[in-house]
C-alpha cells in the first residue's frame, strides 16, 4: 500500500495519473489517496489497454487484497465492534510487539568518540536537550524518565520550532552544568509545513556543544541530521517519537539492549544502505523490580 499519493513532490513530478501507474508498476496493490482519482483511474486503464500493465497483475493485487480480506472475516462483519477497541488497541502483547520492533530497529550510524559505549558501561551525570513539534508535547519524557530510572543523573530542558533566544539560553545553562550530552531530536514530516529539517539554531547549538563535550544526538524522527549536524561524533537514530521508540533508545543508553539495526535507507555522507554499527552484549542488565509488600 502506497502512502499518499497527493503528496506535492509526487504529483509536481508525475501527475496525478502517472504517479498512480508508476506506483502499482513497482509493487504497490493499494493506491492510497491520488491527487485526482478520475485522472488515476484513466491513467491505469490506459496503461492496461496499451499492455504496459497486464491483466494478471491486476488480478493478482486483487485477489492478495481479497485474501486479506477474507483472512480478517470482513466478508463477515464489516464494521469494526467499537466496543471491542479498548480490549485491543494498547493491550499488553501490541505494546510488547511495538517495545520488540523499536528495539529492533535502533540503529547505531556514529560513535567515534566513544560516548555511546561509555555510557552504556557506566551511570554518568548528563544534560538532556529535547526538541519536537507542537504535535509533540511529551517528546524526550520517557527517555528522561528511563534514564533517570536506570540511575543516571539527568537535566532536562524542551526546545520547540518556536524557541527564541531566551529557551535556548536556558538550554546552553543546563548544558553548562553536565559534562555528558544527549540531543534527542523528533523532526518529522507534517502535511503542508514544506521542510524537514532541524531549526538553524538548534543544529548550531548541536555542533558547538559536540565540540567541546562528549554528545549524542538521537534523531526520534528523520534519518537524515548528520545533513545539518556532519561533525557529530555520535549518532543513534531511532527513527520516531513515540514512546517505544524513546523507550528504545534509552535501553540502548544504558546498556540494558543490544543495538543491531541497520539502515534501510542511504544516510549521507558515507552511511550505505545495510550500516548499523553492532553492539552485541547488553553491557549493564536492567534492574530488578522493586518488591512488594502488602501490609495487613
Known amino acids: 500500500m502506497t502512502d499518499a499519493l497527493q503528496m506535492g513532490a509526487i504529483v509536481t513530478k508525475y501527475g496525478a495519473g502517472e504517479a498512480a501507474v508508476r506506483a502499482f508498476e513497482a509493487g504497490s496493490d493499494l493506491l492510497l489517496m491520488p491527487a485526482d482519482p478520475d485522472s488515476a483511474i484513466a491513467s491505469m486503464l490506459v496503461a492496461l489497454q496499451t499492455g504496459r500493465l497486464t491483466a494478471a497483475r491486476l488480478d493478482s493485487s486483487v485477489r492478495r487484497v481479497l485474501d486479506i480480506k477474507r483472512s480478517l472475516g470482513l466478508f463477515e462483519r464489516r464494521t469494526v465492534p467499537l466496543d471491542s477497541i479498548a480490549h485491543v488497541v494498547g493491550s499488553r502483547p501490541f ?25 552504556r558501561a557506566t551511570r ?3 544534560a538532556v536537550i ?3 513539534d507542537e504535535f509533540n508535547s511529551s517528546v524526550g519524557q520517557r527517555l528522561l524518565e528511563l534514564l533517570r530510572a536506570g540511575g543516571d543523573t539527568v537535566g532536562f530542558f ?11 539560553d536556558s538550554a546552553r545553562v543546563v548544558i553548562g552544568r553536565a559534562p555528558t550530552v544527549i540531543f534527542a531530536a523528533n523532526v518529522r514530516p507534517i502535511s503542508g509545513r514544506g521542510f524537514i529539517a532541524l531549526p538553524d ?9 559536540d565540540s567541546v563535550k562528549p554528545t549524542v544526538l538521537v534523531s526520534l524522527g528523520s534519518p537524515y541530521l548528520l545533513n545539518q549536524t556532519p561533525t557529530v561524533k555520535s549518532y543513534v537514530i531511532a527513527w520516531s517519537g513515540v514512546r517505544p521508540s524513546e523507550k528504545a533508545a534509552a535501553r540502548a543508553l544504558l546498556g540494558w539492549s543490544p543495538i543491531h539495526g541497520t539502515l534501510p535507507i ?8 545495510g550500516f548499523g554499527i553492532a553492539v552485541s552484549d547488553s553491557t549493564l542488565p536492567p534492574p530488578k523490580p522493586a518488591a512488594r509488600v502488602i501490609m495487613p
Open 158 to 168: 524542551r526546545l520547540w520550532p518556536m524557541s527564541g533566544q531566551a529557551s535556548y
Open 266 to 273: 542511504r544516510v549521507p555522507p558515507a552511511y550505505p544502505i
Open 124 to 126: 554518568s551525570r548528563m
Open 130 to 132: 529535547a526538541y519536537g
Open 95 to 119: 505494546q510488547d510487539a511495538a517495545d520488540d520492533i523499536a528495539q529492533r530497529a535502533l540503529t547505531l550510524v556514529r560513535d567515534t568518540a566513544g560516548t555511546v559505549a561509555r555510557l
Open 201 to 209: 539554531s538548534l543544529a548550531r547549538l548541536i555542533t558547538m556543544t
